[in-house]
């Protein structure tokens, strides 16, 4: 289990180098958004791991998704530029390690459309990983 937990330090700890900072939620925490302020929330998702040969090994899948979560009513070019920048700061190839564990980017990260939910407007980056053990 410990390159479960590796690989989610490894990016975690890339995503919270990104200059400027964003307050960010990271999975089972809760923040308290300031009104006139951004923020981003955080999942990193797994898929089933890879098997392809008959053997121990085996490939870790997944992506994290950076949910861009910004205050109605000021156009789309905030939230858009902050998506290119997470874009930038995970090119595919780009190769991270937490205890011995190496993660890879496997894509250029993808920018979902807009959309409303609550009182922000939300752009989702997902930045796909994967990392063999």
């Not at 950076?66 to 789309?76: E, G, S």
């Not at 979902?112 to 994967?130: H, L, M, T």
Request: contains cysteine.
């Amino acid at each position: 289990m410990s390159g479960v937990i590796d690989i989610r330090a490894a990016l975690e700890t890339r995503l919270n180098a990104l200059s400027p900072a964003l307050q960010t939620e990271w999975e089972n925490t809760r923040i308290i958004p300031t009104a006139d302020i951004p923020y981003q929330s955080v999942n990193i998702l797994f898929a089933d791991p890879a098997n392809y040969e008959n053997s121990a090994s085996y490939q870790e899948l997944g992506y994290m998704q950076v949910d861009l979560r910004y205050p109605i009513n000021q156009a789309a070019g905030p939230a858009g530029r902050r998506a290119q920048l997470l874009r930038d700061w995970f090119p595919r190839g780009l190769t991270l390690t937490s205890n011995g564990v190496t993660a890879c980017i496997s894509k250029t990260p993808s920018v979902g459309n807009g959309r409303f939910e609550a009182d922000r407007y939300i752009i989702s980056v997902k930045i796909p990983f994967f990392s063999n053990h």
